[in-house]
């Protein structure tokens, strides 16, 4: 055992490794590290994953699976470094559970080309949060003036913190300010904050390299006595500042719900100038309570020959103090110093990060190959469904657009349904006129794609360019503050592609109109910017062209909105936001053949079996656990729900997170169709894997063979127009709403009928609720909110199927309408449902519209719960007064 750097803990200092690579996690170098050199933590940035990933051979196997997946390279680097960051997680959890949290974290950066803009740091941070997905990781944001409020509402969020980059002591000041503020935040949303910990990261060594750089030319005695002091002292008097503020009532206020205090983190600890030892930024910087975060070279230094006594840092500051007005005296300017740093550690980052795209690219590109969709099954024997489906042609015959499979009934509306089979050839023709569009949007500095559809208009467009990697703003709800954000965006750069099969959807034409006054009102010439896509003959064609729209792309009408992902539909808004289409339908062209085969290989016919005829067995549990594919579940949800959800019958499918309790459940009624390496549970299981068009082509053949085995129609939606009906009705008649049965803060409480009888607290209307679940059941939460305002209540999906221990959907209404809420009203019958709607603080028009987005969406959620009513479903209705604080007060029912 090492006594230096056992001194150095004991002195109270935490020894951090300022770096990591998947050699180190498979090596066993780190473990290494963590049992015989106390490091308790690790950092990493870009530069230190640039160097990393470098290292071709430990990432090959990875990246060729990301490549066979068609992700794009900022998503292949999402996946890297989550996937390390996450490994390295795990390995520190023992430390984190001994240290209560302190310790056993480790960091990812946020991409340093946000560091400029608050609204994308903020988002990526809780992306990057949910992308590792363990609670013992901290995410890395710069201390730019703009990383500050993006600081405060990541901890608001509940997500630990590593601020990064600091240099001066002002902005040390305002990111403790800023920690201070993000923890009251996250105290008054109900987090719990004895799980939150962060670190103000400063940087030591490289205020020395730019001071002693300035000292030399000034070249006198007096200025070369300064050299190699000017580092320490800042971060001495760091210290000092920390003292005074972790020393108020503000904090002694956060410090009584359980927070930790945001420790300095002394970062960039390395000896640049090789004539000072290599520990003189370790050994100047101990005091109880502080992080150092060191190269593997400066730790080992350490080990040799470290020497310090006591504490380096208290008692110090008036001397630290001389230093800097000495460096003043002589003209250097500390405040030019520091500011200098910012903007070259911003920099440095960037190029990192820009070193790290190319080889990515480069070894995506090396690595690229399109993979047939391939489907394992597990825990059943299907082999005489698919030998029946294989004698029986069912595969050829689909591809052959044969309308007699699924029975007589079925026969007219499957006649003019099955286009679908060979889009990969027929759609061909559609990629050089989106080139075009694309390459004149460009050209006019039109790179903001708006896409307004609902369900088959928007899921897939939203898997494409998610797993891509590219921006698409996906506008699939009519809640006010949804709609007013997407009018917010530039609209000097934006076009909107409004897609609608019907023409009559109310969602997109109500999208439609705002947009074109939106554009109009800016001054910019509406027409110009509105793309069309939609079916021949639809009312929608008529209005594009009357009204000069940019340009109308016309869909083949012989396919429904949910098989549409390589038509027009899907191909359109994609390969406008930038999305290699012509790939995807290489990945289709690659997999038809084999999906069409009367084969026991056709691996759709094995997807098929299994969610279909696994006996009792009517829900899938659905996840992209192990894949790269962004988003699936949601896409594959409406395919199965409206095709199977009819007649009383049907597969729920039951889109889930990583980790989610349902797949492991064992229930005797679930199957798992997961896009995964491994089956979770001992459930009847199919694994997919492929390229994206082939897994769009693999679950279409799937669903459509399903549909046969079910003995349905897997074409026709029969009960998505009885919600629809119902919004209208409302929204002509505007009836007084219905009175609340009670309200509990800022919740107001309404059931079907008899539901809330003697009942008379919020939680007892959700015992009411869940107390109706039978063994077979399964609930439904309806939430008619925003969901990236919102998007905390997410988190009591899987609270509550912990708690009922049955499947739980979660969907954001309107969309779910045109997706699910087909099988909660045509599937079996074994629903509960909790809708929760919101107030809407700002409310947007609708131009030439009698209601507004507000009553729009309030109709729908009230006509929704209604049919489910009437269809006897117990429905529990939680209307929020105030939509943040009623998410987190129905949140805090689950302890979440
Ligand atoms: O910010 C943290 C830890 O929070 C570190 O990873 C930090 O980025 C590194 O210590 C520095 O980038 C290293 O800088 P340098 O030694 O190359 O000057
Ligand atoms: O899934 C389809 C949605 O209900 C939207 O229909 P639409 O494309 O006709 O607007």
Redesign the pocket.
Known sequence: MNDRLKALADAGVSI?L?DLSRERLTSGSLAELIQDKHVVGV???P??FAKAISDADAYAEKISRLAAEGVSTDEAIRVITSDDVRDAADLFKPVYDDTEGQDGRV?I?VEPSLARDTEKTNRQAKELWEAVGRENV?V?IPATKEGLPAITATLAAGISV?V??IFSLDRYKAVADAFLSGMEQAIENGHDVTKMAS?A?F?V??VD?EVDKRLDAIGTDQAKALKGKAAIANARLAFEAYEEIFDTDRWREIETAGAKPQRP?W????T?DPSYSPTMYVDNLVTRGVVN?M?EATIKAVEEHSQFSGDTVRGQYDAARKVIADLERLGISYDEVVQVLEDE?VA??DASWSELQDTVTAALKGAAQVTAPKVSTHNGDWSEVVDRLVSEKIASRIAAKDATIWGPEAESEASIRLGWVDLHETSRPLLAEIEALQADFRSEGLDRVVLSGMGGSSLAPEVITRTAGVELVVLDSTDPSVVARALAGDLSKTVIVVSSKSGGTVETDSHRRTFVKAFTDAGIDAASRVVVVTDPGSPFEKLSADEGYRKTFLADPNIGGRYSALTAFGLVPSGLAGADIAELLDQAAEAAPELQADSTDNPALWLAAVLAASAGRDKAIITAEGSDIVGFPDWAEQLIAESTGKNGTGVLPVAVEVGAPELRSEAADLTNALLAEKATSGVPTALTSGSLGGQFLLWEVATAVAGYLLGINPFDQPDVESAKKAARGLLDAQPEPEAAAFTEGSVEVRGSEGLLDGVDSLQGAVDALLGKLDEKGYLAVMAYLDSERDADLVSVRPALATRTGRPVTFGWGPRFLHSTGQYHKGGHPEGVFLQITGAHPTDVEIPDRPFTFGTLISAQAAGDANVLAERGRPVLRLHLTDPASGVQQFRALFGN
């Open positions: 951090w300022d950092t990493t940035n530069t230190i960091s950066e901290f890395k590593n990064t980059l670190v990261s940087f060594s490289r390299t983190l970062a960039s600890t390395g640049k975060t190269p550690g440095k980052f």
